[in-house]
């Protein structure tokens, strides 16, 4: 279904370029090493080689020209509470600003490092931190914020194994690159507000190429992933969105239902503290379409290492050179800091108002590195599988990579389909922004990236998956996760269509007081094909564009199929509020569907001026004659007369026969779009009455 305008990458090129074939499926470790086995056991490096490395692999840091907040040295800001020494968040980020404004540069620019190896084995790894005073992004915000980089490295032949930056959490995939230059200098991009990191290291300094691209290779050497057509040429790793071509809304946060700005502890913080304003939305529910004037990604600060010898880097032409120098800091000097505090912020986070148990605001939170797996077990932070697969070659000490379950899904937005009849199909196309995507059972949001959702280590069982993103009405299904498959498609075929929210119809089903007891749920729009595709347990509803033509098909538990026609036009809602399964119900659906066909070619036919107008009339007759043999099969089927509504659906099939004749005579009297629709829907009701001949169900 997607827009042949689409961007899509190559995924030839891709391989040929990196030389490998894409893997078969996410596996890995999280943050926290779930399911993989047990790494080796490492201790510090000692000190004088622990800076000795630390300054060989410093990275050059680039930030995008919004930043606000910079990595610094939290220490400024501590305080004691009842014998434990914290940094408060409100502490932090005034005192941050307020500094910030009076230097008119980022104050104490700092950067930690730690070096651990690895008992037994040459693998060691130094560890860069990068502490910031706050965190602003479109998932969420919060107060104080660490990110990492982690440069693995072989004592014995002296040279870099892999580099692995941080994303968002360990719901989405790192950023990693196997094998790096020993001569280069790593680079590090900082997402805007969020601080997420990813690598620089082919000659384009400042920007991000996912794949290979004008002669340049790839920042990342993350694979792609088989089993679903739509993600096999996309590398799966966050990556940084803005510097793709893609859009990022971001939100205010807010504490006790007003901007953190307002806020009495915080003076010196005002609204242009923040992320800029043409950046930012309030809220997602209030707008009825995806924003499209978002800035792109502008390239502002970049950092380097102070004791870093001019023109000491790898000789390559950098488009920015680093204008604020950062000390380096061994991490031990900040582990006296026991909790980085400040009371939970939220915004709003707009999910369908029929799931019972939503979710209307979410956060993260930060920990200090030193409570965190990755911080003695830097390997547990690996999550691409090949490359897990190579070190654990090298090192018996890494863990072989085992299955993490994740929850995939290409998101796409739903647009009206110019092949159609005004407001009868659609089609879908790359959605402007990027989303976000939850399950309720692990409420951590995850952008997307590329328009690509993976939400990774995810426990077999069942869930619920939403989707959101600014202007769009959000999507909820229910996905069941076996634990047998590393990777599970969500939405229909891997595809989740959004809808912007002014073009959103609520469509809902209800079963009850019907004797239905519905399984699936499946929504076809006429051009578009399946929109939606999931289980169902109960009431269920989904948004569609009214400026489609739908058929809503339902299941029961003892797989037999109901249909049903829906053509929202203007309305705001529409329920199927008594749906049934079997005969009757599919013949309805194809009197249905003939009639409403029959009344556009009709209108068709009055407008047309080529001559054809007694073929055209003749194909209207013709689809009448097909609802009217729909209509006495359900009628037949109604009254419990098995035999006599087969008959019916029998001399059904002879019609329709009849009747696709007839446009083929009469489709140069139509105009296509219509000619189009009308050879679509004959599709369906071909389909609908060969179910209904086949069904047990009356």
């Known amino acids: 279904m997607r827009d042949a305008d689409s961007p899509s990458v190559n995924r030839r090129a891709f391989l040929r370029a990196t030389g490998v074939a894409a893997a078969g499926s996410l596996a890995g470790c999280s943050t926290g090493g779930n399911g993989n086995t047990a790494e080796g056991t490492t201790n510090a490096v000692a000190d004088e080689r622990a800076r000795e490395l630390a300054e060989r692999f410093a990275p050059t840091v680039y930030f995008d020209a919004n930043e606000r907040w910079f990595p610094t040295d939290p220490r400024p800001y501590e305080s004691d509470a009842e014998g434990r020494t914290v940094v408060d968040g409100f502490d932090a980020f005034e005192g941050y600003t307020r500094r910030s404004d009076e230097l008119g540069s980022p104050p104490d620019p700092t950067v930690f490092f730690r070096a ?23 998932t969420n915000f919060h107060w104080h914020d660490w990110e990492v980089l982690h440069v693995f490295v072989d004592t014995e032949t002296d040279e870099p194994q892999m580099y692995v930056a941080s994303a968002h959490s360990p719901a989405v995939p790192n950023n990693e690159y196997i094998d790096p230059d020993p001569e280069t200098v790593p680079r590090v991009l900082s997402e805007l507000g969020s601080h997420s990191s990813t690598m620089s290291l082919n000659d384009r300094a400042d920007s991000f190429q996912r794949v290979p691209t004008d002669g340049l290779a790839a920042d990342i050497t993350n694979r792609a992933l088989d089993g679903l057509d739509a993600l096999t040429e996309i590398p799966v790793a966050y990556g940084l969105p803005r510097d793709e071509g893609t859009r990022l809304p971001y939100l205010v946060p807010e504490l006790d239902g007003r901007p953190l700005y307002e806020h009495d502890r915080l003076p010196s913080v005002e609204a242009s503290s923040l992320v800029a304003d043409e950046l930012t939305v309030r809220s997602f529910a209030d707008l009825t379409s995806p924003p499209t004037n978002l800035p792109r990604r502008e390239t502002g600060l970049a950092f380097d290492y102070r004791g870093r010898e001019t023109g000491a880097d790898d000789g390559r032409d950098d488009a920015a050179t680093a204008t604020v120098a950062y000390d380096l800091v061994p991490t031990a000097e900040v582990e006296h800091i026991s909790a980085f505090a400040g009371p939970r912020l939220g915004f709003e986070f707009a999910v369908p108002q029929f799931v019972e148990d939503a979710i ?3 956060i993260t939170t930060t920990d200090p590195p030193w409570t965190q797996t990755r911080y003695d077990d830097p390997a547990t932070d690996i999550t691409e599988p090949v490359h897990r697969a190579t070190l654990a070659e090298r090192y018996e000490v890494v863990g072989e990579p085992t299955g993490v379950n994740s929850v995939i899904a290409s998101v796409t937005e739903a647009v009206r389909s110019a092949d159609a009849p005004d407001d009868e199909g659609l089609t879908t196309a790359r959605p402007a922004v990027e989303a976000v995507a939850f399950l309720q059972s692990d409420p951590v949001a995850v952008p997307t990236f590329g328009g690509i959702a993976v939400v990774r280590d995810v426990a077999p069982g069942e869930h619920r998956l939403t989707v959101n993103g600014a202007g769009f009405a959000p999507h909820s299904e229910p996905v069941t996760v076996s634990g047998e498959d590393d990777a599970t498609p969500a939405g229909a075929d891997g595809e989740i269509p959004l809808v912007a929210s002014g073009d959103a119809v609520k469509l809902g089903i209800d079963a009850d007081g019907t004797d239905a007891d519905l399984t699936r749920l499946r929504v076809e729009d006429d051009f578009a094909g399946t929109l939606y595709d999931a289980a169902m347990d109960g009431p269920d509803a989904v948004y569609v564009h009214r400026g489609g033509a739908f058929t809503a098909e339902v299941r029961d538990a003892e797989d037999d199929v109901g249909a049903f026609r829906v053509n929202p036009g203007e309305e705001s809602a529409v329920d ?54 729909a209509a006495r099969a359900a009628e037949r089927a109604d009254a419990g ?7 019916a659906l029998e001399a059904l099939d002879s019609n329709l026969e009849r009747a696709a004749a007839r446009l083929e005579d009469s489709r140069d009297g139509l105009p296509e779009p219509v000619a189009k629709a009308t050879e679509k829907r004959f599709g369906q009701a071909e389909k609908r009455a060969a179910q209904a001949l086949d069904a047990r169900k009356l």
């Open 360 to 362: 209307e605001k979410h």
């Open 576 to 629: 199927i509020d008594r749906p049934r399964t079997g005969k009757a119900s599919l013949a309805e659906y194809v009197a249905d569907l003939s009639s409403e066909t029959a009344d556009a070619v009709r209108a068709a036919a009055r407008d047309d001026a080529s001559g054809s107008a007694n073929a055209v009339g003749g194909l209207a007759r013709a689809l009448e004659a097909v609802g009217a043999a």
């Open 116 to 138: 651990v190896e690895y008992e037994n084995s040459p693998l060691a790894v130094v560890q860069f931190w990068f502490y910031s005073a706050f965190d602003q992004f479109t």
């Open 641 to 647: 007369d098995r035999g006599n509504a087969d008959r």
